[in-house]
């Protein structure tokens, strides 16, 4: 046990003093950084680390090593299955989102219906629960109302319905690479409207990523399936208005203290009321197969919920007004439990991440979210019901390659980024400036010297202890 403090208390001593060290480099002495003069400092300033150190400890004397340690084992096998679930759930939910396109591949605008009264039932029911129950969410996270809730549901309602639209035209592997391209849809949202800095490592994830999306549809250019590569160029757009939509949810979060319940509760009533407005869409050419007309729309509506029962549908359109023996029917074979199963694992998922994120982190969040992306891509080689096997070719594994790679560099600079700007700011706390390269600085002038080394002693020629002191004392 002593040699855990005695260990524990090196390391603690030397992240103390790691930012005086950092210009020990200059003649001043006053910033020695040797073993001898520091603890002088610590006596002149009247702080110990060590009775600090000891003290915390003491805090937790209570508890025997054995309580802590099956503690500690206890979190991290909830964290292992916490990083399983969301892998697993992750990659399923990827599939089935591609399954219930199949018999709803008419109606794909209905699933989207669907899907935003879910999730507007769901928040909304947190919501209250955390208002009238809970008592966590004031009237003042929501008032006065905010026009960016609108604009929110919009960007959702959107992303939602051009994503749906188009994926019901692409293969499966397609809808797990595309969707990447988040990543640089946002950062190039976050510069314009946070004025938000990038490193070049972050910028050089995001190229990769868009390298890896255009890779992905190369052959499908070569194929000459122009319509698979129009709705493939969609479909990575439709991250688009949900960037901004995260974007914009990133300003109310920056601006007003509130919970992320309040945000989503009333974006996606915002969200219901916009995907149902979008129905006049399946009257442009070319985005439905039966060419309807606004005549056709009432049946239309009627018939894609019919089919979402599970029932089977004969196709109304223009060209035939009138049923008859040699019309075309839907099976729709599968429903409604294909979306029933997916909006329960959607769900699901999602809790799973927002656990994950508060038990293990971002950083391990981020590590199981990408392995998603390979696992998912293996699984559509998978003989699946209703939407059968897929088939990979060079194109696609480099493809995900690119993009993984691509993700791993972005998210290893975003990291560090948080890093220095962490070390920026305190180094600011201390009174430095820091100059351009972020790597080093220099003491303000009005603020040095605070200390002068004098006859083996640390003397204040201020008057006061100054930053440095402050700094150490207040930093732990």
């Known amino acids: 046990m002593s040699r855990l403090v005695s260990n524990g208390m090196d390391d603690f001593e030397k992240r103390q003093f790691s930012d005086i060290e950092d210009v020990s480099g200059s003649s001043n002495k006053s910033y020695t950084s040797s073993s001898s003069n520091r603890s002088k400092l610590v006596r002149q ?42 892998i697993c759930l992750g990659t399923v939910n990827r599939v089935v989102y591609q399954i219930q396109l199949v018999p709803m591949h008419h109606y794909p605008l209905l699933i989207s219906d669907v899907l935003s009264l879910t999730y507007a039932v769901v928040y909304l029911g947190v919501f209250f629960f955390k208002r009238f129950a809970l008592h966590t969410i004031t009237p003042e996270m929501y008032r006065p109302f ?104 990133e300003v109310i979060f920056r601006q007003k203290e509130t919970d992320i319940f309040v945000v989503n509760s009333l974006s996606a009533i915002f969200q219901l009321i916009a995907t149902a407005l979008y129905l006049p869409i399946v009257l442009i050419p070319g985005v439905n197969s039966l060419h309807l007309t606004f005549h056709n729309l009432p049946q239309y509506v009627s018939d894609g919920f019919q089919c979402f029962a599970g029932h089977k549908v004969e196709l109304h359109n223009a060209s035939s007004e009138e049923h008859n023996s040699n019309s075309e029917v839907d099976s729709c074979h599968g429903m409604p439990y294909a979306t029933l199963i997916y909006v329960t694992v959607n769900l699901s998922w999602n809790i799973t991440i927002l656990l994950l994120v508060k038990q293990g982190g971002a950083v391990l969040t981020f590590i199981a979210l990408a392995v998603i992306v390979p696992l998912s891509n293996l699984a559509f080689l998978i003989k699946w019901p209703l939407l059968g096997a897929a088939k990979f070719n060079g194109w696609d594994i480099l493809a995900l390659g690119v993009i993984l790679v691509g993700l791993v560099i972005y998210r290893i600079f975003s990291v560090l980024q948080t890093k220095w700007e962490k070390q920026r700011k305190e180094r600011e706390e201390l009174g430095f400036v820091a100059d351009r390269s972020g790597t080093g600085g220099v003491l303000r002038p009005e603020e040095q010297p605070q200390y002068e080394y004098r006859n083996g002693n640390y003397v204040s020629t201020a008057g006061n202890e100054g930053p440095v002191a402050n700094y150490v004392k207040n930093k732990f």
């Open 45 to 86: 300033t009247g702080y110990n680390p060590k009775s600090d150190y000891v003290a915390i400890n003491t805090m937790y004397s209570g508890v025997l090593p054995e309580e802590k340690r099956a503690a500690s084992r206890r979190k991290q096998f909830f964290v292992l299955i916490l990083v399983v679930l969301c």
């Open 146 to 249: 905010n026009w960016r809730f609108v604009a929110i549901g919009l960007c959702d309602a959107t992303g939602q319905v051009l994503g749906i639209f188009s994926a019901s035209h692409i293969s499966g592997y397609l809808t797990t690479l595309l969707p990447q391209g988040m990543i640089p849809m946002t950062m190039v949202l976050c510069f314009i409207l946070l004025r938000q800095r990038y490193n070049l490592g972050q910028v050089l994830g995001a190229l990769l990523i868009i390298a890896g999306a255009i890779i992905v549809i190369v052959p499908e250019f070569k194929s000459g399936a122009s319509a698979t590569v129009y709705w493939a160029i969609i479909f990575f757009f439709s991250t688009l208005p949900s960037a901004l939509s995260f974007t914009l949810k």
